[in-house]
């Protein structure tokens, strides 16, 4: 069989849809359909049989409840069967290739969950004595070691919880050393091509936001960049790989003209994993880069877990580092929890949050290190690269590549909705791709490129996986060109159809509102 060739075919579609019976239940096969807690719950039912409670006098002194608390009653296995019915309409890496751009969704390593398990880990309190989780230290430390040495910084503030929060962490430290110096610079200046929560952190810590355009080769200008610094400019924002799927050629250039005017550079690192282990962020000088350890170094993340986004720094933002960090005493580790006068941390921003950081994904990144050892991690980024290039140049004559004249991408592949039939979009493309039982790739972003679908397969995907894909994506296009009707319906085999997602994003509905009044339960 090919696995080029999906084994869908447009007429197959129509086919099944009119064949297709209304069931009795609204099941769809063993695709159950499921209802709300609250619908399939009642208020008069309980899971456990408990004893009537014995009649005492009441000393709440008439405050006690008085009606239903309104939780709905259910049986353990009705519990059991509602959430393992929930978790199957969930689409997750475990299940099948996931090609979201720019959000690296890559496999995690059973190893890694093994080791972040072990009750040593699993099983501490940021508040033990440090005497006592001398391991776990060591562990954070080993992390921060392998960043450093991976990036060619000087530090690293390892508590920041996620990519936009190692962000936050970049800029405060950039504002401390430019405070530092009596400078109050107010302006940020971020690429067009920029992550969305770039202008956003620089937004939210006070500067001045302004847009420097990119080329037609989808990279930074440079020229506009250059004559735009000046001594109001605080520094820039610049992501690297860009969110194009390119590498920005001219960032040493970049780093000496801002820091000539005096400004600094901010990196966001997110695209790490398209260089790691081949560039180092500290040759390109730049002075903060966070790393999403949930996608550089296979930590889950989206409904899988938490994040963490560690910063590394240069030697000119080192000293501005939050706290706490590790340090390194003869064979012991200590926490510096305060700034201590006179000591090299006494410029500390201070503290952005309460304990140590994300401790179960520091033991999955060490996991990832330790097993892939620098070697690997290098390959990782091959890998990555080459998979991606594999889509750009299988699809850049079914879908437009916009910027697939300006060389080989990095980690992701960029297409727009330029050739498709008239009133035909991406999202109609997107729709398609559920009913071939892929989950969509990222849409509309980068917003430089018209309907944009940026995909990014990471190095775990294996050439089977890339090809049914690209057989999957071919015949979705197809049909979007040729102007298939059929096609603006789909999801058609989903256990929803088309939402309004402009509204479920506006205005969802987080309270359920019970038809029949609570009142009616308590009579
Ligand atoms: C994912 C991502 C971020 C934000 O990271 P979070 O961990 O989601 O906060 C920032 N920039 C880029 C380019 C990203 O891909």
Redesign the pocket.
């Known amino acids: 069989m090919s696995v080029n060739a999906s084994g869908w075919k447009p007429e197959m579609n129509a086919a099944n849809e009119s064949a297709a019976p209304a069931t009795f239940t609204g099941n769809k096969a063993l695709m159950l359909e499921e209802g709300l807690i609250f619908e399939i719950g009642a208020y008069d039912r309980t899971g456990v049989d408990l004893p009537e409670p014995p009649r005492v006098a009441s000393r709440l002194g008439g405050l006690e409840r008085n009606r239903p608390i309104g939780l709905p009653g259910l049986a353990e296995p009705e519990v059991v069967r509602h959430y393992t019915r929930l978790s199957r309409q969930n689409y997750g890496i475990d299940l099948g290739f996931f090609p979201l751009g ?3 969704m890559k496999h995690n390593p059973r190893l890694n969950e093994k080791m972040a398990r072990l009750p040593g880990f699993a099983d501490i309190h940021p508040l033990q004595p440090v005497e006592t989780v001398q391991g776990a230290l060591g562990l954070i430390d080993l992390v921060g070691e392998w960043l450093i040495r991976l990036t060619g910084m000087t530090a690293v503030a390892m508590s920041p919880k ?6 936050l962490c970049g800029l405060l430290a950039i504002r401390a050393a430019l405070t530092a110096r009596g400078d109050a610079r107010k302006v940020i200046l971020v690429p067009e091509s ?5 202008p956003a952190t620089a937004a939210f810590c006070g500067y001045a936001v302004e847009n420097i355009p990119a080329t037609t080769e989808g990279r930074v200008d440079l020229d506009a960049l250059k004559r735009r610094l000046g001594p109001d400019v605080a520094g820039v924002m610049i ?1 690297n790989p ?2 194009c799927g390119l590498f920005e050629r001219d960032m040493i250039a970049i780093s000496e003209a801002v820091h000539a005017a005096g400004g600094l550079v901010y990196c ?1 690192g ?2 790490f994993n398209a260089i790691v282990g081949r560039v180092r962020p500290g040759d390109l000088g730049i002075d903060a880069m ?1 790393i ?1 350890l ?2 550089t170094f296979s930590t889950p ?1 989206g409904g899988g877990g938490p ?3 560690p910063v590394v720094l240069s030697e000119a933002l080192a000293p501005y580092a939050p706290l706490p960090f590790i340090e390194k005493d003869g064979d012991r580790f200590r926490l510096v929890e305060e700034e201590t006068a006179g000591e090299h941390h006494a410029g500390s921003f201070g503290r952005m949050v309460a304990f140590h950081g994300q401790m179960g994904m520091f033991v999955r990144a060490a996991a990832y290190m330790l097993s892939h050892g620098a070697d690997g991690l290098r390959q990782v980024a091959e890998d990555a690269v080459l998979n991606a290039n594999y889509i750009l140049r299988s699809l850049e004559g079914v879908l437009e590549a916009p910027f697939a004249h300006s060389g080989p991408c990095m980690h992701e592949a960029l297409f727009s909705d330029d050739n498709l039939a008239e009133g035909f979009t991406t999202l109609d493309i997107a729709k398609g791709l559920i009913d071939e039982g892929f989950h969509p790739m990222t849409m509309y972003f980068p917003l430089v490129v018209h309907g944009a679908m940026l995909i990014e397969p990471t190095e775990t995907e294996s050439k089977a996986a890339l090809d049914q894909f690209i057989g999957a994506l071919k015949s979705v296009a197809e049909r979007a060109q040729a102007g298939d009707a059929a096609l603006k319906a789909a999801p058609m085999l989903a256990p929803r159809r088309r939402l309004d997602e402009t509204a479920a994003a506006r205005k969802p509905v987080l309270v359920y509102r019970d038809p029949a009044p609570l009142t009616q339960a308590a009579e």
Do not use: I, L, V
């Open positions: 720019s959000c690296t996620a990519g936009a929060h190692g962000e920029a992550h969305g929560t770039n992501t860009n969110t966001d997110a695209n966070h999403n949930h996608k993340h994040g963490s986004g």
